[in-house]
């Protein structure tokens, strides 16, 4: 069935450094994915998108990168600060059933050290 | 503009209590969710309205009925809460079901006891 993991649960980098956030998806026909970082104690909050059309975007500081060979994706954080630090969730928005819902990845909690 | 506003905030129950979830947006978006969040978990669609006078099942939706009362409100109601069911629910809602990313409200923490 549909499924989004991610590659590591935590991560954690210092200060200044570039983040690099993994997730992997099955559904080869998954045409739409999302990323959201979700601070403590709020909802998930938009961070940028792609679509399969394209293999990489960027955004402020951040960069989405779509491998569809092998299904996966990358969120990449230029420039880390503390104000970084909170949950990381892709998600794929697979439009092919009847309406178009999220499936959410687990997500990776990023550390990030002063 | 508020965007995805979500009463209560938190909210204790002893198993067995019905409470109604309350979620509204001032965006004019047409479709609305609701998911569930347990610790180290993603989130679980429970149900969702992709446009005013229509409801669906999501993944998770034992336990829970949903009512969309108007463009702006989309409710979910525990009829009878189970221990189960503590969680923390988010509501999104997006322009249409296909247009673009979603918009979540703050959170409910709910807890049964």
């Known amino acids: 069935g549909e499924s989004v993991g991610l590659h590591l649960p935590t991560l954690s980098v210092q200060e200044g450094d570039n983040s690099i956030i993994n997730c992997a998806y099955s559904?080869?026909?998954?045409?739409?994915f999302i990323w959201y970082k979700q601070e403590s104690g709020k909802g998930p909050q938009f961070i940028i998108d792609i679509r399969s059309n394209m293999d990489k975007r960027q955004g402020q500081r951040v960069t989405v990168l779509l491998n569809k060979t092998v299904k996966h994706l990358s969120l990449q954080i230029a420039a880390t600060q503390p104000g970084d630090s909170a949950v990381y969730f892709c998600a794929d928005a697979y439009y092919g059933g009847s309406q178009g819902n999220l499936i959410f990845g687990k997500g990776t909690k990023l550390s990030v050290k002063p | 503009n508020a965007g995805v506003t979500q009463t209560p905030k938190f909210q204790v129950l002893k198993t067995g209590q019905s409470m109604t979830l309350q979620c509204a947006q001032d965006?004019?978006?047409?479709?609305m969710y609701w998911y569930r969040q347990d610790p180290g978990m993603g989130l679980r669609l429970i149900y969702y309205?992709?446009?005013?006078?229509?409801?669906d099942k999501g993944e998770v939706p034992n336990g829970y009925n949903v009512s969309r009362l108007n463009k702006r409100e989309f409710s979910l109601r525990l009829e009878s809460a189970a221990p189960s069911q503590t969680s923390v629910y988010f509501c999104a809602s997006t322009p249409g079901p296909r247009d673009g990313t979603q918009y979540f409200g703050p959170g409910t923490r709910l807890l049964v006891l």
């Open positions: 559904n080869s026909a998954s045409d739409y």
């Open positions: 309205s992709a446009s005013e006078g229509t409801t």
């Open positions: 965006m004019n978006h047409n479709s």
